[in-house]
């Protein structure tokens, strides 16, 4: 934790001469009570594991080579600064539709690779007033719903969210862009599927911002009669 009024700041570094002596990162609990400074870590290509929260003025993440791996719900907190994972792979689950990542980041920008495109989160939440760059496409299962907010900015064309991977039981869930938001990618297809795959019932209701794109593709069908999710606009399309 970081002393009151003198936050302190965390660097770890476990990079070797190569990617075969680099050190797996697994962290617990950092700033909760006393938020600190910065904190930055650096790896070779072989991974993170978050296992608890992090809060801190700035968090500095784009030095993180290979997957992030999410065991328990994360928090990311930052005082508006940005949260920049530019260089991971990927961030995944532990265990399908089992954990959430939630990132705050007041009027810094979100810089993500593909959420959840091998294990699914239960839920992601990015919330910002500036600006969310996604390298990939977001995916959970369990029920869980997909909240952002900001302007969001596809870095790698096409873009896609899934609420309900197929198979298992649960209800699809809700994909919310805030009533603020603007999604800005002209040449982009965006396609949100919030439509109950296989044994769930009810499918996931959608809600939109501003949405510019060359294409936008939006199923929240369910597997019954009235199981239908609905549709708000709050903005142009």
């Known amino acids: 934790q970081g002393g009151l009024g003198n936050a302190a700041n965390l660097t770890i570094n476990t990079e070797g001469n190569n990617d ?64 920049n994972l530019t260089n991971a792979d990927a961030i995944q689950g532990n265990t399908a539709g089992n954990e959430s990542l939630s990132i705050n980041s007041g009027s810094g920008d979100i810089t993500l690779p593909a959420v959840g ?21 977001l995916s959970v299962d369990g029920g869980g719903d997909v909240s952002l907010s900001g302007t969001i900015d596809p870095t790698q064309g096409d873009f896609a969210i899934d609420t309900d991977a197929a198979g298992g039981t649960t209800a699809a869930g809700d994909i919310i862009f805030s009533e603020t938001s603007t999604f800005n990618d002209a040449g982009a297809n965006l396609t949100l599927d919030a439509s109950a795959d296989a044994g769930g019932a009810a499918g996931g209701s959608v809600e939109l911002g501003t949405i510019t794109a060359n294409s936008l593709t939006v199923n929240t069908e369910g597997n019954a009669a009235g199981n239908n999710g609905t549709i708000t606009l709050h903005r142009d399309i």
């Open 117 to 137: 495109s091998t294990t699914a989160l239960e839920a992601i939440s990015l919330t910002t007033t500036g600006t969310i760059n996604l390298g990939g496409n």
């Open 20 to 83: 075969a002596n680099a050190g797996v990162i697994t962290l617990g609990l950092i700033g909760n009570t006393n938020p600190l400074g910065t904190v930055e870590l650096l790896n070779g290509n072989v991974g993170v594991t978050l296992n608890a929260n992090i809060s801190a003025d700035t968090v500095d993440l784009d030095q993180i080579d290979g997957t992030i791996t999410l065991a328990d719900d994360i928090t990311l907190t930052t005082t508006n600064s940005a949260v």
